[in-house]
């Protein structure tokens, strides 16, 4: 499967350890003066060492790697105490991944480990990233109302990144959610985006013409259809001939997937309006 997992410059990395020592969950260690990762099982991808590294020799990509386990990272951790798992828990919780951290406790408490920090952890608030651009942060909020002169206006946003290439589809926010796949120029087009279109959903956006290494997008897809369990997906396009791309992923992964999902079609024109609707 492909997943967004750190990838090392080892002519860049200088040796200095502390991107190991940052690593909790044990996916990296020095080898012949050298940071690297042993194993992408205890990745979760989040990218807290990009900011621990002092020379910028850690980047986030996306490749073909096996699903990041949090069982086997807790079994990894535990021996190590109960500074290295509290550490690991508020690590899962400030990046928004609530259903990993609630493995990960539920892990303890399964095995009978009865420490302190876990009622701790409960309670920590999410710290300012130091892992890169904090814009690739999942996050999930609730729907706000924005005040505008004569109108109340609701986003019905409810998590974020919302861009392809940025969304974890591991991420708790599509877990059995209806997933609305929307071309970028949709929301520009539709005043109504929100109520019309957004609403109860989970969000993700994409441009067929323009994104580069779009192959990514079906397996993406196809990790909210089997493993996040997505109920329902609508993909949202423009009525223009470069749209239809964003249709063609979609039914790909469909198709790809072991699950079978509704996927319904919407057209809208460049004002806005339906001009095509249909489940396929």
């Given amino acids: 499967m492909k997943r967004t997992i750190i990838k090392i410059n080892e002519d860049i990395c200088n040796g200095c350890t502390i991107c190991v020592q940052g690593c909790h969950e044990g996916a990296?260690?020095?080898?012949?003066?050298?940071?690297?990762?042993?194993?992408?099982?205890?990745?979760?991808?989040?990218?807290?060492?990009?900011?621990?590294?002092?020379?910028g020799a850690i980047e986030l990509e996306e490749r073909e790697a096996v699903p990041y386990s949090e069982e086997a990272v807790m079994q990894r951790i535990v021996p190590k105490g109960e500074k290295v798992i509290a550490a690991h828990l508020k690590h899962l919780k400030d990046h928004g991944e609530i259903e990993l951290y609630q493995q990960g406790v539920d892990y303890l408490k399964q095995n009978n480990i009865n420490i302190e920090m876990i009622n701790q952890s409960k309670n920590i608030?999410?710290?300012?990233?130091?892992?890169?651009?904090?814009?690739?942060?999942?996050?999930?909020?609730?729907?706000?109302?924005?005040?505008?002169?004569?109108?109340?206006?609701?986003?019905?946003?409810?998590?974020?990144?919302?861009?392809?290439?940025l969304v974890n589809p591991q991420s708790a926010s599509f877990r059995e959610s209806n997933l609305l796949l929307a071309a970028d120029c949709t929301a520009f087009a539709c005043g109504e985006f929100h109520s019309r279109f957004l609403k109860g959903k989970s969000l993700a956006i994409a441009c067929p013409k323009l994104d580069s290494k779009i192959d990514?997008?079906?397996?993406?897809?196809?990790?909210?259809?089997?493993?996040?369990?997505?109920?329902?997906?609508?993909?949202?396009?423009?009525?223009?001939?470069?749209?239809?791309?964003?249709?063609?992923?979609a039914l790909k992964a469909r198709e790809k997937a072991s699950r079978n999902i509704p996927i319904k079609a919407v057209v809208i024109t460049v004002n806005g309006e339906i001009k095509n609707e249909e489940w396929i």
């Fill in 28 to 55: 990296l260690q020095m080898i012949d003066g050298k940071a690297v990762i042993i194993s992408d099982l205890y990745c979760d991808g989040l990218g807290a060492c990009i900011g621990d590294c002092p020379v």
């Fill in 125 to 165: 608030e999410a710290a300012p990233l130091a892992c890169g651009c904090p814009g690739t942060m999942a996050q999930s909020f609730k729907p706000v109302q924005i005040a505008i002169p004569g109108a109340m206006q609701r986003s019905e946003l409810t998590q974020f990144p919302v861009q392809m290439h």
């Fill in 216 to 249: 990514v997008y079906i397996d993406k897809l196809v990790m909210m259809i089997d493993d996040a369990k997505i109920n329902t997906l609508t993909v949202l396009i423009m009525a223009v001939p470069c749209c239809n791309g964003l249709l063609n992923i």
